[in-house]
């Protein structure tokens, strides 16, 4: 078994938002994979004393283990969990309620002998390899589909459309949200390989369109994860001045790759 992971900060001065866990028993007949991207705020007040890299590593950890420890729980309940256990980590002394407390987006992936499970929450990105070839990306699309002149960066605007019915949901102190996630299961047998990522690595193909998600998985398993986001790196400083491809995007983002051959 193959098996890859790199998460590099898009500021070396700043913590980096990203989390990324492979968990994989001595057995070597199942694993799990947890791929984070914390949400960062505007500057501000966001009703919370701790920070998304705090947020992020504690709802990590508890999607890690629980995904291990309670096999019988399906990825929905295990998110859920991993939620309601990271929001009573900081009830008592912050506004969980404030649509601006840490939060992340999140791909979930478990697999066993018999079957490979998913679960995909905002617009982190899971690749999945058949073994004739074939590349399906499993997403979930809704920011993508948000009109861009809600997603401003006032955060009363952006309010309106965050983990609100019509708009696009992430994992933040609300337990429900997990039913909002997009999940499925697969036969262990039809998944040869799994690629998640953040959409500091997606920009790949999500802005520079260096080629599709067949073209993006083709590029980790030749070059490398590391080679991704080397790759990622320099186009997104080519596109500094110019501003063609990210737009208001910053020119560096927080980005993460996990590659494991099943």
Not at 59 to 67: H, K, M, P, Y
Not at 118 to 135: F, M, Q, R
Not at 192 to 215: C, I, N, P, S
Request: overall charge negative; aromatic content about 4%.
């Amino acid at each position: 078994m193959r098996t890859e992971l790199i998460s590099e900060p898009g500021d070396p001065e700043r913590p980096n938002e990203d989390f990324a866990a492979l968990a994989l028993p001595a057995s070597g007949q199942g694993g799990v994979l947890v791929v984070l991207d914390g949400v960062t705020p505007p500057r501000g007040d966001d009703g919370c004393l701790h920070s998304v890299h705090w947020f992020c590593a504690r709802l990590g950890g508890a999607l890690t283990e629980l995904s291990v420890s309670r096999p019988e729980l399906t990825l929905p309940e295990v998110l859920s969990g991993a939620i309601l256990r990271t929001a009573e980590l900081h009830r008592t002394t912050c506004d969980l309620s404030h649509p601006r407390t840490p939060q992340a987006t999140v791909v979930l992936a478990r697999w066993s002998e018999a079957a490979v499970e998913y679960l995909v929450l905002s617009d982190s990105a899971l690749l999945c390899e058949a073994p004739d070839g074939a590349v399906t990306a499993l997403l979930d699309d809704r920011l993508a589909r948000v009109p861009r002149a809600s997603l401003a960066t006032d955060a009363i605007a952006d309010a309106t459309v965050r983990n609100k019915e019509g708009g696009f949901f992430t994992a933040a102190a609300d337990p429900a949200v997990a039913a909002r996630a997009v999940t499925g299961e697969l036969p262990r047998t039809a998944v040869r390989t799994l690629v998640a990522l953040t959409d500091g690595a997606t920009r790949w193909t999500e802005k520079f369109r260096e080629g599709d998600w067949t073209d993006l998985f083709t590029f980790v398993r030749k070059e490398g994860a590391a080679a991704l986001v080397g790759r990622v790196r320099a186009l997104e400083t080519a596109d500094r001045e110019e501003r063609a491809h990210l737009g208001r995007s910053k020119t560096h983002d927080d980005a993460t790759v996990v590659y494991a051959e099943l």
